[in-house]
C-alpha cells in the first residue's frame, strides 16, 4: 500500500436516492459491512484505487435527512461527519428532486464541508420533461455539480477525477452563502462571537444548530466558557419555531438558486403496468394478497422448502450423518471411547455431532435462504409498503409500521432482531417488540420444524396460526395498555418499486450470515457443553421431571419436559425433538405442542441479548411471565380442542 | 383545513404547521413541507400518502393532523 496517497469519502443522502448503487459503483469488490459503535446500524466501507497514486475508502452512510436528526441511523451519519475528517463529503440526491433536496447540500456548505453535490438518476429527468443546468448550478453554489446515472455506470469517471481533485485541493471553492432573515442571522452572530472552540463544523453552522437546541451540538460545548451566556441566548428564544424559521430558510435560499436552473418542458406518465402494480401493492386489499403470495412462495416455498427442506436434508444427511458423524464418532471413540469425556464431543449430544450439525445443517441453510429473501424485499422496496399497510393495525398494539422490520426479521433469528429493535423510534415501542418477539415469534429454524410437523395439514397448521395470533394480538392490546410511555408518529418515504440489485442483496445477505456465524454458532457449542454438564451431574433430570408435570397438564406426554428444556437452549432443539416425537403423538398433542413451544421462553442466545437491551430486570420479568403463560395457554388449547374434537 | 380531512387527488398548500411537538416537526420539514409547499393527497387509506416535489411520504393520522393546508 506503501506509496498510495490515501483518502476519505463520505456517501451522505436521503434514503432511496441511490446511494448504495453508487457506492458499489465506486468501491469496487474491497467492500466491508460494520456496526457504527454502540449501535446496530451498518456502516459499508469500501476501497478503491485511482491510478497508481491514489487509494480512496469510500464510506456508505445511512440516510440522513438534515442535522435535525430523528432515527438512530441518521444520528450516526451526523456522528461521522462531525467525526470522520473526510476529505470530500459526496451530496447524493434524487436529480428530480432536487428542490426537496438542495436544502442539505446548503446545509452541508455552511457547515465548511468540502461537498460534490452528485445529481444521480439524472436519466430520469428526461422522463419527466425536467433540464438542470449544470453548469450555472455549480457556477452558482461554487462547489462542483455532477451527473450520474449509478445503475448504469454512467457520470463515474467525470466524479472520481472531480473526488481527486477536491481531495488533492486543487479544485477551488468558492462556496456560496446562505442568507438567513435578519433576527436569525443576528442570532447566528451572538453565538459565533461567544464560540471559542475547534470543531469540525463552521461556527456559523453550530450556532444555527444550537438556535434549534440540538442536544449533540449542545454537548459539544459544554466545556466552552461562554457556556452560560449561549445556553440564556438558546434558552430565551422559541426553539421549536426557530426550527422552522430555519428549514424554510434553507428551502427559500434553495428555491431561489434553483429558478434560473431549472426547465420544465412536460409532464410524466408512468408505465401502465409499474403504475398498476404501484397501486396494487400499497392498496389494502392488493398488499393483503401481496402478503399471502410472499408468506406462500417466499417463507413456505422458497425458506420452507429450499432451506428446511433440500438444503437442510443435503447438509444434514449427506454430509453430517453420511460422513462427518461416523468420522467424528469413530475418531473420539479411539481417543476416549468409553470414558464420559466420548459424549462431550461425539456421540448423541457432542459438541460436533450436535452442536455444530444443528448450527450448521439444520440452522444456518434456513437462516441462510431466509436472510436473502429478506434482503431481496428490502432492496425491492417492498419492506416499506409493508410498513405502510401494517402501520394502523400495528398502532392497535403499541407500535407502529416500522416495527414491521424488527417483527418480520424475528421469523429469521429472534435474537439479530431483538438487537435491531435498537432503530425503533421509542424505548415503549422496542419493550413491546422485544416481549412479542420472545413470546410469540418463531424463529425459521422453528418455523422450519413446525411446518414440517403441521405442514401436511392446511387447518392443523392455521389451528396453530390462529392460537398464535390470539397470543400475539391479546399481549399486544395488554402492553399497548400498561406498558409507559407515548406512541411514536410514523412517516416513510415510498421508493418506486424496483428490481433488487444483486451487490446490494449479495452484500445484506452475507453480512448478516457473518453476524450470525460469529454470534450465533459459537452459543451452540456452549449449549451442547452445557448439556454435557446437566445430564452427567444430573441436574437435567431433575428440571425434565419438573416440567414434566405441566407438560403432563396439557395432556402431553412426559417426554415433553425434556422437549421444553432444550427449547430454551435452542428453540429449534426442541422443535427438532418434537419432529423426532411425532409419529407417537396425538394430533392434538402435536398442535398443543408445537403452541407451547412457540411461545415458551426464547432461546438463551435471545434472552442475553434481552438482557443486553433491556436490562436484567426486564428481561427476567418477561422471562417468568412467559414459562407460566406458555403452559396455561397450552392447558387452556388442550381443552378447547378436545372440545372441538380435533 | 388539516391535510387529515382532504380529498384524494386533490393538490393543496401547505399554510402552516403545528409547533406543539419537536419531534412531530422535525419530520413534517424533514419530508420538504413547509408553508408554502405544494403536495398532492394520493391515497387515504391504509395511511395518507402524499406526493411533494417527485417524492411519495406515508404519514399517519397524527402527522396529517399536524399540517394544515389550502386549496390552490
Known sequence: MTGYKKYKVLLVGNPNVGKSALFYRLSGKYVSVSNYPGTTVDITTGRSRVGVHHEIEFIDTPGFYNFMTITEEERVTKKLLLEASPDVVLHVIDAKNIERMLPLTLQLIDAGFPVILVLNMFDELKHRGIEINIAHLEHDLGIPVVSTVATKGIGLENLVSRIISVCEKRYNFQKCSVEHPDNIEKLIENINDLLNGDYKLSKKMMATLLLQNDPDVCEMIIDEKNYELIKNIVENNDFNKLRLDIAKSYHENSKNFLSEHIIRKGTYTESSFKYLLDKITMHPIGGLIGVILILYFGFYKFVGGIGAGILVDFIESEIFEGYINPQVDKFFDSLMGGTIFFDLFAGEYGIITLGLRYGIAIVLPVVFTFFLLFAILE???????????????????GLSGRSVIP??????????????????????????????????????????????????????????????????????????????????????????????ILGNVVVKTLSRLKWYAFEVIPIFIYISALIWVGKITKIFDVLVW???YPARWAGLPDKMGEIFLYGFFRRDFGAAGLYDLQSSLTVTQIIVSAVVLTLFVPCVAQFSVMIKERGMKDAVLIFLFIIPFAFMYGIVLNYVLKFWGV | MKLLDCKEDNVYIVESLEQTDKDALNKISAMGILPGTEVILLQKKPMLVFQVYNSRFAIDDYLGGMINVRTI
Not at chain 1, 379 to 397: A, C, N, P, T
Not at chain 1, 408 to 426: H, K, N, P, Q, S
Not at chain 1, 469 to 494: D, H
Request: aromatic letters at 10%.
Open chain 1, 379 to 397: 432492496d425491492s422496496g417492498y419492506l416499506v409498503r409493508l410498513s405502510m399497510l401494517l402501520d394502523k393495525f400495528l398502532k392497535k398494539i
Open chain 1, 407 to 500: 417483527l418480520v426479521l424475528g421469523l429469521g433469528c429472534g435474537t439479530m432482531a431483538t438487537v435491531v429493535t435498537r432503530t425503533l423510534e421509542t424505548i415503549r415501542e422496542r419493550y413491546i417488540v422485544t416481549f412479542l418477539l420472545a413470546l410469540t415469534i418463531p424463529c425459521s429454524a422453528q418455523l422450519g420444524v413446525i411446518l414440517g410437523l403441521l405442514g401436511g395439514s392446511f387447518i392443523h397448521l392455521m389451528v396453530w396460526f390462529v392460537a398464535i395470533l390470539i397470543v400475539f394480538l391479546f399481549a399486544g392490546a395488554v402492553l399497548n395498555r400498561y406498558v409507559k410511555g407515548n406512541q411514536a408518529s410514523f412517516f416513510m418515504e415510498i421508493p418506486p418499486l424496483r428490481m433488487p
Open chain 1, 546 to 548: 419438573l416440567l414434566s
